[in-house]
Every structure is written in structure tokens, then in C-alpha cells.
């Protein structure tokens, strides 16, 4: 794995990509919520920014343990860029928008990934399909009724973040594996180290976010919320987060974000059923619709 650069689709599915999609679909869909509990002690960017230094501070150990070299600068600065768009901008703005927007409908709303992606990579000479073509019409539909519902309809802040959110995430994850707009290639150091020096690099530009918004936690945390904060670390970060960008290495950008398809599932069921949040008809009606989007997206990348 010596680079995130664009690499040959793979066509059948190891042991281990098998496990990192499992990863990405079922771990992450579970994590909203968790965030969402680690809020009552934590503020968005200061949760963010330990999670992510935390969860860097063990991978790096973990890589140097194994003998694996230390990024060089020009790797750290990809870190960085990729670190402050998908981590930053993707994981910051999420944490900020469940301040006031339930965790059932911020993953409703990520499940459009799939179809800023495809946008994103048009410059890259990836051409939608006709059933991808389908699918991000239908998803922008879908996106469009649920911010009408009374859940964003109550918060403007929550759907502008949401917005930044995706849209950072998106861009790094093209930008991951096909490089800068300009042709600039953004090489991580290889495996585990990479995958730290990016955490790291995320996980310090949130803390100077909190910083810089005056974020204070509670102390001493709530047990459950300290609870949550832990298991971000090691199964939304350590997990989740090092199987995506693998996937993103080793296949399609699309395959990548398929988890969109099961996270809107898992989340709200668990939001419902566990977390006591109410979303209304027209809003699973939309996500419903976002859900059959990203259906016709991956069968017309198959």
C-alpha cells in the first residue's frame, strides 16, 4: 500500500476487504449515536480532535512497533490536507450539526456521498452511468424533501454543516485516490503510519478549532458519555476510519462509499429505539428515496 494514489479496481473481494466493508457499513452506522451521547460531556470539535489524537497516538505506536518508517514531509503534508477535509471538515462539521439534529437524519442526509462523489470525479474522466446518472438525480430529490422536514427545518445551522460535512468528506475521498485538481498526488506514508499521520494531523486541526471556539468539556464526564468517547476511538477511528481508507487504496471510490447504503438503517433504527429520537413520515420517506439513490448508483457501477 505505498500510495493512495488511483489503483486497479479490485474484482473479487479478499477476507479483508470483506472486513472492512463490514467495518464501514455496521461499525459507522452505530457511531452517530454515540457521538450524539458523547456530546452531553464533550463539545463537537474537542470530541473530534481527542478522539482522532487518541486513536493517531495508538496506530503510530502500533506502526512503529512493527518496524514502519515515519512519514516524510511531503507525506505529512497530504496528512494534513487530507486530514483537514475529511477528518476536520467531514467529522467537525457532523459533530456540530448533532448538537441539533438527531443522529437518524444527519446519516439520512450523508447517504448523498455516493453522489457528490460521482460530481467530484467527473473531472477525473469518470462518467456516470445511466443508472448513476438516475441515482444522483434521485438522491439530490431525496436530499431536497428531507431538509424540508421539521428536523433540519428547525435548525439552519445543522443543515449548513451537514452541507460542509459531505462536501469536505467528498473531496477528500476523490481527492484520496485520484489526487489534487491539477494533477498533485497525495501520497500517505504506507499503511498503519499513513493512516496515523492523518488521524494526527485531523485530530490536531479540530483541537485548535475547539480552541478557537472557546469549546470547554464538562468534567468529570458523564460515564456514559466517556463510554461513547472510547468506543469512537477505537471502533469508529482505529476501525472504521483505517478500513475506508483502505478500501479507498485497494477499490472503487464507489465501493468505498457504499456504507452510505446501510448506515441510514442502522442509524435510525438505533436513534429510535435506543436514543428516544423522533423523526417524522416525510423524512424516512426521503431517506427512503436517498437509500434507493445510492441503490442505483452501485448497480450501475458494478
Known amino acids: 500500500m505505498p500510495t493512495v494514489a488511483l489503483t486497479p479496481t479490485t474484482t473479487r473481494l479478499s477476507p479483508l476487504l470483506l472486513a472492512c466493508l463490514a467495518s464501514t457499513w455496521f461499525v459507522w452506522g452505530s457511531t452517530y449515536l454515540a457521538i450524539k451521547w458523547a456530546l452531553v460531556s464533550f463539545p463537537p470539535f474537542f470530541q473530534m480532535g481527542t478522539r482522532f489524537v487518541a486513536a493517531g497516538l495508538v496506530l503510530g505506536a502500533f506502526a512503529r512497533w512493527r518496524g514502519a518508517r515515519w512519514p516524510d514531509r511531503a507525506q505529512w503534508t497530504s496528512a494534513f490536507i487530507l486530514g483537514a477535509l475529511m477528518l476536520g471538515g467531514g467529522y467537525g462539521a457532523t459533530a456540530f450539526a448533532q448538537q441539533s439534529i438527531s443522529s437518524g437524519l444527519v446519516v439520512a442526509f450523508i447517504a448523498v456521498v455516493p453522489a457528490v462523489v460521482a460530481l467530484f470525479e467527473l473531472p477525473y474522466g469518470v462518467r456516470p452511468s445511466r443508472l448513476e446518472t ?69 485530530g490536531v486541526l479540530l483541537l485548535a478549532l475547539s480552541w478557537g471556539a472557546g469549546e470547554q468539556p464538562t468534567l468529570p464526564p458523564d460515564p456514559r458519555s466517556l463510554a461513547c468517547w472510547f468506543y469512537l476511538v477505537v471502533a469508529g477511528s482505529l476501525i472504521g476510519f483505517s478500513a475506508y481508507m483502505l478500501l479507498l487504496q485497494r477499490t472503487s ?41 445510492v441503490v442505483l448508483l452501485l448497480a450501475g457501477r458494478r
Open 134 to 202: 438516475a441515482g444522483i438525480a434521485l438522491g439530490l430529490v431525496g436530499i431536497v424533501l428531507l431538509t424540508q422536514g421539521e428536523g433540519f427545518g428547525a435548525s439552519a445551522a445543522g443543515l449548513v454543516s451537514m452541507a460542509i460535512a459531505c462536501t469536505a468528506w467528498c473531496a477528500g475521498s476523490v481527492w484520496a485516490k485520484h489526487g489534487l485538481p491539477g494533477g498533485r498526488k497525495l501520497e500517505l506514508a504506507p499503511g498503519a503510519a499513513g493512516y496515523a499521520s492523518q488521524m494526527l494531523a485531523g
Open 253 to 293: 471510490t464507489a465501493l468505498a462509499s457504499s456504507y452510505t447504503f446501510v448506515n441510514p438503517v442502522i442509524a435510525m433504527v438505533l436513534g429510535v429505539t435506543v436514543g428516544g429520537e423522533v423523526v417524522g413520515a416525510g423524512e424516512m420517506l426521503a431517506a427512503g428515496i436517498v437509500t434507493a439513490s
